[in-house]
């Protein structure tokens, strides 16, 4: 859900009052993630990688970054944006900022972080 939607619907003031934080993946990976999905999952679809890479298909991979706001210029509506490529080091980031211990065992997984190396 949009970081938006849930400033809707629990209100600006609320909102504003907690540390609001997302993880954004590497946008190729987003779309290889996504084609792996659909050739596992859906009978009817058959593209090949690079048709589906030309196709509509691809924009539901590579949606709009879900921390900002599509009613305002797509300003960024939360406090930190942690990237995938440096989870172990952003999830620290974010601990220290909430008071927790930045040591804290963190399980990790990471078997298809580079999908889409393979494929591209």
């Given at each position: 859900?949009?970081?938006?939607?849930?400033?809707?619907?629990?209100?600006?003031?609320?909102?504003?009052?907690?540390?609001?934080f997302c993880f954004e993946r590497?946008?190729?990976?987003?779309v290889v993630s996504r084609y792996?999905?659909?050739k596992r999952f859906d009978k009817?679809?058959?593209?090949?990688?690079?048709?589906?890479?030309?196709?509509?298909?691809?924009?539901?991979?590579?949606?709009?970054?879900?921390?900002?706001?599509?009613?305002?210029?797509?300003?960024?509506?939360?406090?930190?944006?942690?990237?995938?490529?440096?989870?172990?080091?952003?999830?620290?980031?974010?601990?220290?900022?909430?008071?927790?211990?930045?040591?804290?065992?963190?399980?990790?997984?990471?078997?298809?972080?580079?999908?889409?190396?393979?494929?591209?």
């Open positions: 859900m949009p970081a938006w939607m849930i400033r809707n619907r629990v209100g600006k003031k609320l909102f504003d009052g907690y540390l609001v590497n946008p190729w990976a987003k792996l999905y659909y009817n679809f058959n593209l090949s990688f690079r048709e589906f890479v030309k196709s509509n298909w691809i924009y539901d991979a590579l949606n709009f970054p879900q921390y900002t706001d599509p009613l305002r210029n797509y300003k960024v509506i939360v406090d930190f944006i942690g990237y995938y490529e440096n989870l172990e080091e952003d999830i620290a980031k974010v601990m220290k900022k909430i008071g927790l211990p930045e040591e804290l065992d963190v399980r990790i997984n990471t078997a298809a972080d580079d999908n889409y190396r393979k494929i591209l």
